[in-house]
């Protein structure tokens, strides 16, 4: 079997998948956030939508901050939400 990873998905990005999480089979050359988002981008429905401007979006892998330029390395999570925002 080869690599996968669990995205989680919060907020608004939750919302418009209209999933909390799945299992993403991680193909060759998928090593950074970047490239699973580059996937994501390609998919039906709401994905291309979301993931065509990443800058509206934060990530973590395995609870610690990331960028689209981090490694996936061994994580075996990755979670995709907004920026916080409060007053």
């Known amino acids: 079997m080869g690599r996968s990873i669990t995205i989680i998905y919060f907020s608004w990005v939750r919302e418009r998948l209209g999933v909390d999480q799945e299992q993403v089979a991680l193909g060759d050359g998928i090593e950074t956030i970047g490239d699973v988002l580059t996937m994501l981008s ?22 610690d901050y990331g960028l689209p330029a981090s490694i996936i390395g061994s994580a075996k999570e990755l979670a995709i939400f907004p920026p916080v925002t409060g007053g």
Not at 42 to 63: C, M, N, W
């Open 42 to 63: 390609h998919r039906d429905g709401a994905y291309p939508e979301i993931f065509s401007d990443v800058t509206k979006l934060r990530f973590a892998l395995d609870q």
